[in-house]
């Protein structure tokens, strides 16, 4: 996984500024800990777009998130919906994410979603995110 697309430049740099290394930000996941997409998803009549699943996740030192971002078609483009707060306890939890991307951005019909269970812990004063799951999900967004 690179970072740069999750992080943006900024958050890249920020990465060499500290001196932390790249395995630190991306540890691999703990095998009870995972994110889940269901296979279908909702347009609004606003444009507002829902998407949802859910996650697992044992124990953290800093707050978790889930987040979500959708793709359509050939468009290298990559709209993010909205972000939840989450809870690592160890029980499997549902998500729910929204958000309205630029008018006309997206269409009924198939995407692709993916969801990062990321959590942000200090490192030398700057919040540096721990991956604990990704998953990438093919889905139906349905008008309604």
Do not use: K
Not at 68 to 76: L, R
């Amino acid at each position: 996984m690179r970072l740069r697309p999750l992080l943006g430049a900024a958050g890249a740099a920020l990465l060499l500024l500290t001196g932390a290394t790249a395995a630190t930000a991306t540890a691999a996941p703990a095998s009870h800990e995972a994110v889940t997409v269901d296979t279908v998803g909702r347009i609004a009549a606003d444009g507002t777009v829902t998407l949802s699943g859910t996650y697992r996740c044992q124990s953290s030192s800093g707050p978790v998130f889930v987040s979500s971002s959708v793709s359509q078609g050939a468009s290298i483009s990559r709209y993010g919906i909205g972000g939840t707060r989450a809870v690592c306890d160890g029980a499997e939890h549902r998500w729910v994410n929204t958000g309205r991307p630029r008018p006309g951005a997206l269409v009924p019909g198939a995407a692709r979603v993916e969801a990062t269970l990321v959590e942000l812990r200090t490192f030398s004063g700057l919040p540096l995110p721990r991956f604990h799951a990704v998953q990438g999900q093919a889905v139906t967004l349905t008008q309604g």
